[in-house]
Structure formats: C-alpha cells, structure tokens
C-alpha cells in the first residue's frame, strides 16, 4: 500500500480520487443517453466533490506530479465541459429545437467544448504540480459546469426559454478563457 502515498505513483491516493471523478463523469454520460437526467446529476456532484478531493490530498500528502495534473484536467475535461453539455443538449436542444436553432445550439455547444478545452490546456501549460495561485484568470471549468447547472435547472422548471440557454451556454463558454479573476477557493 506504499503506492498510495508516492508522489511518483499513478495510483496514489490523490489520482485515485481522481479516477473516481472519471468513473462518475463516464457513468452520468450513459446516463444522459437513457434520458435519465436525475441520476446524470448525482453523478456529476460526486465527481465534483472528487474532484475536490483530490487536490487537497495531492496537497496535503504532497502527491503533485505531472501525471497527476494531466490526469486531473481529463477528469475536468470530461465531468465539467462535456457531460454538462451533453446534458444541455439532450435535455433541452434534442427536445426544444430544430431546424436552424438545432444547428446554432450544436455549434454553441461544440464552442463550449472547445473553449474548455483551450482552457485546461492552457492551464497545464502554465500550471507547477502542487502550485495554486489566489486567482484563476477565467471561469475554471468546474464553476462553468456549475453555472450551466443553474441554466439547466432554470430552463426545466420553465424559468428561462430553451433560446436563452443558448445565449448563457456561448457567455459561459467565452468566459471561461476570459480574462476575469475568479478567487480561488
């Protein structure tokens, strides 16, 4: 059980957290094919909250590795930029649009993808294993998935039009490489 506590390990107790976040982004997304939205978000909050977790481990136990950031920002890529986006457009596009507005809401969609992607690759870019500054610059992708949540849950209890999720979903997306300073936690 030594591995668990080497940094040098791709299965320390930090990238082990980090799995988890992986198993529960790869299961919200069958999820989302068999429309079941409820247990989609569940699973989504546990890879949040794992997501968490790993970090402050990798911190605490001094477990930072290159590896580990790497694997860390695929778990982001999958659990906060494209299970959210899945989500939004099989809950809300498939069934609200066609036609033209289908066609705009992929292409905001695929620029939502895009833009979390250049965001977690600029991140590692820049980022030291075991580094955190004060301050992101941009949205992280973790508060952009919960911010389109919030869209989400706005647009299925008919607070807001599916059009206007359209909108929110491209500012999130632009946002997330903007040059905002957001605190982080």
């Given at each position: 059980?030594?591995?668990?506590?080497s940094?040098?390990?791709?299965f320390?107790?930090?990238?082990?957290?980090?799995f988890?976040?992986?198993?529960?982004?790869?299961?919200?997304?069958y999820?989302i094919?068999q429309?079941n939205f409820?247990?989609?978000i569940?699973?989504?909050?546990?890879?949040?909250?794992?997501d968490?977790?790993d970090?402050k481990?990798?911190?605490?136990?001094n477990?930072?590795?290159?590896f580990g950031?790497?694997?860390?920002?695929?778990?982001?890529?999958?659990?906060f930029v494209?299970?959210?986006?899945?989500?939004i457009?099989?809950?809300?596009?498939?069934s609200?649009?066609?036609g033209?507005?289908l066609?705009?809401a992929a292409?905001?969609s695929?620029y939502?993808?895009?833009?979390?992607?250049?965001r977690?690759i600029h991140?590692n870019?820049?980022?030291d294993?075991?580094?955190?500054?004060?301050?992101?610059?941009?949205?992280?992708t973790?508060?952009?998935?919960?911010l389109?949540w919030l869209v989400y849950?706005?647009a299925?209890y008919?607070?807001?039009?599916?059009?206007?999720?359209?909108i929110?979903?491209?500012?999130?997306?632009?946002s997330?490489?903007?040059?905002?300073?957001?605190r982080?936690?």
């Amino acid at each position: 059980m030594k591995f668990l506590w080497s940094p040098s390990s791709h299965f320390n107790l930090a990238n082990l957290f980090t799995f988890v976040n992986i198993t529960a982004g790869l299961m919200a997304t069958y999820f989302i094919t068999q429309n079941n939205f409820f247990l989609t978000i569940i699973l989504a909050w546990i890879g949040g909250a794992f997501d968490i977790f790993d970090g402050k481990i990798a911190r605490k136990y001094n477990l930072s590795n290159e590896f580990g950031v790497q694997l860390d920002s695929f778990a982001d890529f999958l659990s906060f930029v494209l299970v959210p986006v899945f989500l939004i457009f099989q809950a809300i596009y498939a069934s609200s649009f066609s036609g033209m507005w289908l066609i705009i809401a992929a292409i905001v969609s695929i620029y939502y993808v895009i833009s979390g992607l250049r965001r977690l690759i600029h991140f590692n870019l820049h980022a030291d294993a075991g580094e955190v500054d004060k301050y992101f610059t941009g949205v992280p992708t973790p508060l952009g998935a919960i911010l389109l949540w919030l869209v989400y849950l706005a647009a299925t209890y008919s607070l807001i039009p599916a059009f206007s999720v359209v909108i929110l979903m491209a500012i999130i997306g632009w946002s997330l490489n903007s040059t905002l300073k957001v605190r982080h936690p």
